[in-house]
């Protein structure tokens, strides 16, 4: 029972210290570069969390979010500057309820296709709404996009209109749906997705009800990219098509196998681990995506399980080894 207790206390610690690191970056560095790389990092990991829900735990591969994200980002930016809503959770809400329903319209006969068939599908929705973005240019601004997007003001009193308090709201925001996202991966509707994930048929029999499952972790993981697409938005300042493009995807999915699929961790892990990597590699900026693929390539040889298994499964071999060579007891 002790030992119990101590392990439970072990976990805590460990799930917190990488919080606990994250939140006191700005004030040991507050003048650091790294502060809006963080941020960036932060906006991907907050979609990447709901992806993996979609992803890592329902094994529904879309290609299409790129989508989701420009219409959290549009929303806001269409709401606060064409129409000069000055609240900023008007537009954030606006575009999730949105994205929600197209992403219903979308994903109930997307949903009923499998494997490369539901990936192909969703990379044509998104295709079809960055052609929107570039055509429908008295909403969209065109290819130009939309410039002197607001920063998130609430009042006059809490306003992140510098990088330091904006690091906060972000990783804020992180925090919270990162707790959404485990307990919903560790409730039984996770344990729902794990099994579809696992057999749709089988899943099937047992009175897993699969559509409405599937379309629920879809939702949610839309939901949670047009969120980071408005705080982009807010973040960023400027807003064009070439920014939500097909390659948003892609980076999605390195960023996600890359971190570590249904562990949730993983999209927060891949996110900061690429986008620290690719500040990094500024000097060969033109390089940065067969980089990023030849990384990923190498994850999916020797990581299959993203740097997340790969650390468990050391962990769990230096156990091993230690249970082996402890002596036994008379």
């Given at each position: 029972m002790k030992n119990a207790n101590i392990s439970a206390a072990l976990r805590r610690c460990a799930l917190l210290l990488p919080w606990g690191v994250l939140f006191l970056?700005?004030?040991?560095?507050?003048?650091?570069?790294?502060?809006?790389?963080?941020?960036?990092?932060?906006?991907?990991?907050?979609?990447?969390?709901?992806?993996?829900?979609?992803?890592?735990?329902?094994?529904?591969?879309?290609?299409?979010?790129?989508?989701?994200?420009?219409?959290?980002?549009?929303?806001?930016?269409?709401?606060?500057?064409?129409?000069?809503?000055a609240f900023p959770l008007i537009p954030l809400f606006s575009g999730i309820l949105c994205t929600l329903i197209v992403a219903w319209v979308i994903g109930l006969p997307a949903l009923r296709l499998k494997g490369y068939y539901l990936a192909i599908a969703t990379l044509g929705f998104g295709l079809i709404i960055n052609n929107f973005l570039v055509g429908f240019n008295i909403l969209t601004g065109g290819a130009s996009g939309i410039n002197y997007i607001p920063p998130f003001k609430i009042s006059?009193?809490?306003?992140?209109?510098?990088?330091?308090?904006?690091?906060?709201?972000?990783?804020?925001?992180?925090?919270i749906v990162f707790k959404i996202s485990l307990n919903f991966a560790e409730s039984r509707y996770g344990r729902a997705l794990r099994a579809i994930h696992?057999?749709?048929?089988?899943?099937?029999?047992?009175?897993?009800?699969?559509?409405?499952?599937?379309?629920?972790?879809?939702?949610?993981?839309?939901?949670?990219?047009?969120?980071?697409?408005?705080?982009?938005?807010?973040?960023?300042?400027?807003?064009?098509?070439?920014?939500?493009?097909?390659?948003?995807?892609?980076?999605?999915?390195?960023?996600?196998?890359?971190?570590?699929?249904?562990?949730?961790?993983?999209?927060?892990v891949g996110a900061l681990f690429l986008k620290l990597l690719s500040e990094g590699l500024t000097t060969f900026e033109e390089y940065e995506l067969p980089i990023s693929g030849i990384i990923f390539i190498l994850v999916l040889i020797f990581l299959p399980q993203g740097i997340l298994g790969g650390l468990k499964d050391l962990i769990m071999k230096h156990r091993s080894n230690i249970s082996v060579m402890r002596p036994s007891g008379p």
């Open positions: 970056f700005p004030v040991l560095f507050p003048k650091s570069y790294l502060l809006s790389v963080l941020i960036f990092a932060g906006i991907w990991g907050i979609m990447l969390m709901g992806f993996d829900v979609l992803v890592g735990y329902c094994g529904q591969l879309s290609l299409g979010h790129n989508a989701f994200f420009a219409m959290g980002a549009y929303t806001t930016g269409i709401m606060t500057v064409k129409y000069g809503i006059t009193l809490v306003s992140f209109d510098n990088d330091f308090k904006f690091y906060y709201l972000v990783w804020g925001i992180a925090a696992e057999d749709e048929v089988f899943a099937s029999t047992i009175r897993i009800p699969v559509a409405r499952y599937k379309i629920l972790a879809f939702l949610y993981s839309a939901a949670c990219a047009s969120l980071a697409g408005s705080l982009y938005a807010h973040f960023s300042g400027t807003i064009t098509p070439a920014g939500f493009g097909f390659m948003v995807s892609i980076h999605m999915v390195i960023m996600l196998f890359l971190g570590g699929r249904g562990t949730i961790w993983g999209g927060l």
